[in-house]
T-cell receptor
Framework: EAQVTQNPRYLITVTGKKLTVTCSQN?????MSWYRQDPGLGLRQIYY???????DKGDVPEGYKVSRKEKRNFPLILESPSPNQTSLYFC?????????????FGNGTRLTVT | QKEVEQNSGPLSVPEGAIASLNCTYS??????FFWYRQYSGKSPELIMF????GDKEDGRFTAQLNKASQYVSLLIRDSQPSDSATYLC???????????FGAGTILRVKS
């Protein structure tokens, strides 16, 4: 089954404790990205990757890191989480990241930082 | 002005009726438009995409695009209670290689 898999689904942590949210896709997509979703603000892009070793900032990259060492994986790293990073996070992939390819979303990770 | 504007709703329609969801955008250069459905706590699911002016139909769904007026709409015919969800409008942006989403419209279909 073609899918984007995120883990964990739920995560509660404390301020400053480093965490990683994993994302993997099995569709051989070149493009992967991370979004966060907050009430009233919609989905906002954090980082994206056009291919292996190619990453770039989205609209809200502060406090986040990413890496793309393999085509299928695109982990999101919060090195020192803060309460304003409490949000619902989605990993997404598409065949080509040209703005014409639909995004396929993972199931989401609900993060709470206390 | 936000890049993508949607009425937050909720839009309430009776079962069997046509639900009409609207979206306006500010970037005249936008070329690709997407409608996603999102159930509470779940991930967005693609319903349709449209690139050309006019209508595009897929089953009970019709997307309408008017680039001159900068709006895109989604019609849902024969609405069912299972259509109750938040509908997200998004436009494709080549710079930054992303989709820019509206905040979504809540649809409630009452049986």
């Amino acid at each position: 089954e073609a899918q984007v898999t995120q883990n964990p689904r739920y995560l509660i942590t404390v301020t400053g404790k480093k965490l990683t949210v994993t994302c993997s896709q099995n569709m051989n997509h070149e493009y992967m990205s991370w979004y966060r979703q907050d009430p009233g603000l919609g989905l906002r892009q954090i980082y994206y990757s056009m291919n292996v070793e190619v990453t770039d900032k989205g609209d809200v990259p502060e406090g986040y890191k990413v890496s793309r060492k393999e085509k299928r994986n695109f982990p999101l790293i919060l090195e020192s989480p803060s309460p304003n990073q409490t949000s619902l996070y989605f990993c997404a992939s598409s065949f080509k990241g040209t703005g014409f390819s639909p995004l396929h979303f993972g199931n989401g990770t609900r993060l709470t930082v206390t | 002005q936000k890049e993508v504007e949607q009425n937050s709703g909720p839009l309430s329609v009776p079962e069997g009726a046509i639900a009409s969801l609207n979206c306006t955008y500010s970037d005249r250069g936008s070329q690709s438009f997407f409608w996603y459905r999102q159930y509470s706590g779940k991930s967005p699911e693609l319903i349709m995409f449209i690139y050309s002016n006019g209508d595009k139909e897929d089953g009970r769904f019709t997307a309408q695009l008017n680039k001159a007026s900068q709006y895109v709409s989604l019609l849902i015919r024969d609405s069912q209670p299972s259509d109750s969800a938040t509908y997200l409008c998004a436009l494709g942006v080549e710079y930054g290689n992303k989709l820019v989403f509206g905040a979504g419209t809540i649809l409630r279909v009452k049986s």
